[in-house]
């Protein structure tokens, strides 16, 4: 499976945002740069499903060590993110 880019990343991130915790409102859907915690998008509970989700499609683990703001709190940084993990 060749790795994904950025782009394709996160418009499958944004795409599941949207699904799982906007109840399908794409007006919604939040900006690439725009901060889960800051706008309490997404709760704990939710950033476990995103990295469920992640796991699932991108066909990795992420470890505990990964489970940081940096990778994980906007759609911008999981896109980052996904990219350098499955390269």
Do not use: W
């Not at 998008?41 to 476990?48: A, K």
Request: aromatic residues 10%; negative net charge; charged residues 20%.
């Amino acid at each position: 499976m060749p790795a994904p880019d950025a782009t394709a990343v996160q418009r499958d991130v944004t795409a599941f945002i949207v699904d799982n915790f906007l109840f399908g409102n794409t007006a919604e859907a939040p900006a690439p740069a725009t901060s889960f915690m800051e706008t309490a998008l997404i709760d704990s509970t939710g950033v476990l499903e995103l990295v469920a989700f992640i796991e699932e499609k991108y066909g990795f683990k992420v470890a505990d060590d990964e489970l940081i703001p940096e990778n994980l709190d906007s759609v911008a940084n999981l896109a980052g993110f996904v990219v350098k993990k499955a390269g």
